[in-house]
C-alpha cells in the first residue's frame, strides 16, 4: 500500500469498508431468517392449553416422568384425569390419544438395582440367571401390568441361548423366567468363541441345542376386536410368542407359541412355516403394523 498513489490507497480503503458492510449484513439476514423459522415453528406448535385433554402431553410423558417434573401442572392434570377414569385414555383425538399405562420416573432394571447413565454408577441387587440379555420386547397388558421378553444365555449365538421372561405390576417386576426353550437335538453348528473377543468365555455343554433370537411379543387378537399390546391398546386376549432358532442367521427358523394367561404358560413352539430355512418369515425383533384390512405386516431382516 506504501507504494500505492494517496488516491488509489484511499479506494482500496472504501473498497474494504463496503466488503465488511456486505459481510455485517449478510450476517444480520441470516439471524433474522433463522429468526423467523424458529418463530414460525413455535406458531405451529400447540400450545399447552389446547393439548390439554386430548392426549398429546400424556403422550410425550407416558414412559418417563422426570423428578423436576413432578410440579408440572399438565402432569397434575394428567394423573387427576387418570385417576377419575380408573386408568384409562380419555382422549378423544384420535390423531394424540395413545394408551397411558404407568409413569416411570426413570429406566429399570428387571433383575433389581439402581439404573444410571454409566456402568460404574449403576448397580443390579441380585444375579442375573443367564450372563448376557438382548433384544428385549414388551407387551402392555390389563390392570397397567407390563409383559416383557428377550433371549439371554451365556452369550449371544450359545447353544443355552433361550427364551425368557418376567411381568410387572403396581408392585414391581417379578422373577425372570426361561418362557421357552426347544430342543431338536441339533448338530453343533456354532462358533468357538472361548478365545474370540469380547467374550473369552467357556462354551455351554454341547447337548444338541440351539440358540434362540430376536423374541416379539403379539398380541393374538391384534386389529380384530382387541389391542396390539403397544401404540392401539392394551392386549386383552391372548398373547403371542415369536422367535428364530438356529446357528447361523441365514439358517434361522421362525417359531410362535401362544398363552391364554398372559405369559404365565405358554403352548408348545411350532414353525410359522414348515421347512422355512432361509432366515425364517415372521417378525424379527419388532412388532407387526396392523393395516386397515386387519393384515399384520412383519418388519424382518436380511443380514
Known amino acids: 500500500r506504501r507504494l500505492l498513489p494517496k488516491a488509489q490507497r484511499a479506494h482500496s480503503k472504501s473498497w474494504f469498508a463496503v466488503a465488511i458492510a456486505f459481510v455485517v449484513l449478510l450476517l444480520y439476514w441470516r439471524l433474522n431468517a433463522a429468526k ?3 418463530e414460525k415453528a413455535r406458531g405451529m406448535a400447540p400450545s399447552k392449553e389446547s393439548m390439554r385433554g386430548t392426549g398429546a402431553i400424556s403422550h410425550h410423558k407416558r414412559v418417563r416422568v422426570d423428578e423436576e417434573d413432578e410440579s408440572d401442572e399438565d402432569i397434575k392434570q394428567f394423573k387427576a384425569e387418570q385417576a377419575a377414569s380408573g386408568g384409562e385414555e380419555t382422549s378423544t ?7 397411558v399405562v404407568q409413569i416411570v420416573k426413570h429406566p429399570e ?4 438395582g439402581n439404573w444410571a447413565r454409566t456402568k460404574s454408577a449403576a448397580t443390579l441387587t441380585a444375579e442375573t440367571q443367564t450372563e448376557a ?3 428385549t420386547t414388551i407387551l402392555h397388558l390389563p390392570d ?9 444365555g451365556t452369550y449371544e449365538g450359545a447353544e443355552d441361548v433361550g427364551i425368557w421372561m418376567a411381568k410387572r405390576d403396581k408392585n414391581g417386576w417379578d422373577a425372570p423366567y426361561l418362557a421357552t426353550k426347544i430342543f431338536r437335538n441339533a448338530p453343533y453348528h456354532g462358533k468357538n468363541l472361548k478365545h474370540n473377543g469380547p467374550y473369552l468365555k467357556d462354551e455351554p455343554p454341547r447337548q444338541g441345542r440351539e440358540p434362540h433370537w430376536n423374541p416379539v411379543l403379539w398380541c393374538k387378537g391384534a ?12 392386549c386383552k386376549g391372548d398373547v403371542t410368542l415369536y422367535f ?3 446357528w447361523k442367521i441365514q439358517e434361522w427358523e421362525s417359531y410362535v407359541a401362544h398363552s391364554a394367561d398372559h405369559g404365565a404358560t405358554w403352548s408348545t413352539p411350532y414353525p410359522v412355516v414348515e421347512g422355512d430355512k432361509q432366515g425364517g418369515r415372521g417378525p424379527v425383533k419388532n412388532k407387526m403394523i396392523v393395516l386397515q384390512d386387519n393384515t ?7 443380514e
Not at 383425538?93 to 394408551?99: D, F, G, I, S
Not at 397397567?144 to 439371554?152: E, P, R, T
Not at 386389529?223 to 392394551?234: I, L, Q, T, Y
Request: proline residues 4%; glycine residues 20%.
Open 36 to 38: 423467523e423459522v424458529t
Open 93 to 99: 383425538a384420535n390423531a394424540l390419544a395413545v394408551p
Open 109 to 112: 432394571f428387571v433383575y433389581g
Open 133 to 135: 440379555c438382548h433384544a
Open 144 to 152: 397397567g401390568q407390563v409383559l416383557m421378553a428377550w433371549f439371554g
Open 223 to 234: 386389529g380384530n376386536g382387541d389391542g396390539d399390546g403397544a401404540g392401539n391398546g392394551v
Open 244 to 246: 428364530k432358532v438356529g
Open 296 to 302: 399384520w405386516l412383519a418388519p424382518a431382516s436380511l
